[in-house]
């Protein structure tokens, strides 16, 4: 008799707290909550019809106008157009291609080489400067240099560094080239007339120590004489890369400019094998716009480094400094205040959350470290599989 009444009491109770779910939760219901909830308004609110809902573009642009005419880039180089080639002209070129049996045949064959230096010209010529400028607008060379400024590299530059007595490393649009790589002034080669004048500047933007907006002058030689970089006026001699460990990778920019003439760059002048990070403190937007009559932006070449090893040199022999060190401070979770005794939770784990992580790595890789020999092989486990986890369930 007792266990039929605790089940109609059981019953009766689920009925009351689903018709009181029912009530409370309401498929599709009005985000405002009605007067018997504490609402101000008792009724749904209708819909926007889809037509005038706004995406999220339009929520942005609205919060936050932008002015097109201000906040357009402006190209403060050469005009550069890409190719314009019609379909006719596509089709003929396919059908001189399909014309041509014996081209088909060594394609088939395995025997069809590819002229690649004929390839790479045809590229410079039509398609290279367009895609240069859209690699460097990846890597936000233009924004952090000229600021909403722009200009196409035109002029094919190369940027050499001797990697031994038989091999260089190239410098292309944002390959990795270790500071071991780059301790010696590189060679830069481009085509140029006899009577033109350029001006070469290789700086670094995200490596200043002290201040965010500021570059960092690696070199920089002016009053270039028909592209012979050697035959330059040097205004600062070349400092090697120098990136404090834990910042990551560092963009180093080369860009040539082409000047219109002669120019008295004294105000540049650094002291000879200066070394004072202070006077090497630089900033493009600053010397385009001292010169902006003079000179136009014409090639581009940059690359990105991190540190190794030989950065310490630098600081300690070059620099006369201690060399910084820097490490990515990571955002504390949030945990609620630790109990004495958790339930049901394994203690080493729970107390682990509020401790610090780089001392439980330290120990981590202290434990670690005692269980590797150099010259042995690890120790075989009694029980290899003491710590899979199995299932609760087993089929079977």
Not at 6 to 34: E, G, Q, T, W
Not at 40 to 69: A, H, S, T, W
Request: negative net charge.
């Amino acid at each position: 008799m007792a266990s039929a009444v605790n089940v109609m009491r059981c019953c009766s109770c689920r009925r009351l707290f689903k018709a009181a779910s029912d009530r409370l939760f309401v498929r599709n219901y009005s985000i405002v909550p009605p007067d018997w909830l504490g609402g101000n308004i008792g009724k749904q609110l209708d819909p926007l019809p889809l037509e005038e809902c706004k995406n999220f573009q339009e929520r942005m642009e609205e919060m936050y106008p932008v002015d097109p005419e201000l906040s357009k880039p402006v190209n403060i180089g050469v005009d550069c157009k890409p190719p314009a080639v019609s379909q006719m002209e596509k089709l003929e070129m396919w059908k001189n291609k399909r014309s041509q049996p014996e081209l088909e045949q060594a394609v088939r064959l395995r025997q069809f080489e590819i002229p690649l230096d004929t390839v790479k010209e045809s590229w410079l010529n039509e398609w290279g400067p367009l895609h240069k400028r859209a690699l460097a607008e990846h890597y936000g060379i233009y924004r952090d240099l000229f600021s909403d400024a722009f200009f196409v590299p035109v002029v094919d530059m190369k940027v050499l560094y001797d990697y031994d007595d038989e091999f260089v490393t190239p410098v292309h649009s944002g390959n990795t080239i270790l500071p071991s790589e780059a301790r010696s002034q590189p060679q830069v080669m481009f085509e140029s007339g006899a009577d033109d004048l350029w001006t070469l500047v290789m700086t670094n933007p995200d490596g200043h120590l002290t201040d965010n907006n500021a570059e960092y002058l690696h070199w920089m030689v002016g009053n270039i004489p028909g592209g012979d970089v050697s035959k330059g006026q040097v205004l600062c001699n070349y400092l090697r890369p120098f990136p404090p460990k834990g910042t990551g990778f560092h963009r180093h920019i080369f860009v040539l400019f082409k000047q219109s003439g002669t120019i008295n760059l004294d105000k540049y002048q650094r002291p000879a094998n200066c070394t004072s990070l202070k006077e090497r403190t630089f900033r493009m937007v600053d010397f385009y716009k001292d010169l902006e009559s003079q000179v136009v932006p014409m090639g581009l070449a940059f690359f990105q480094s991190e540190w190794d090893s030989s950065v310490k040199d630098v600081y300690h022999n070059i620099l006369d400094m201690r060399e910084p060190s820097f490490e990515y401070v990571h955002p504390q979770f949030y945990h609620p205040l630790p109990v004495r005794y958790p339930h049901r939770q394994p203690f080493d784990r729970y107390y682990d959350r509020y401790r610090d992580k780089k001392e439980l790595a330290e120990e981590v890789m202290k434990i670690k470290m005692k269980m590797v020999h150099p010259f042995k092989e690890p120790e075989k486990s009694v029980f290899p599989l003491i710590h899979v986890r199995r299932a609760t369930n087993p089929p079977g």
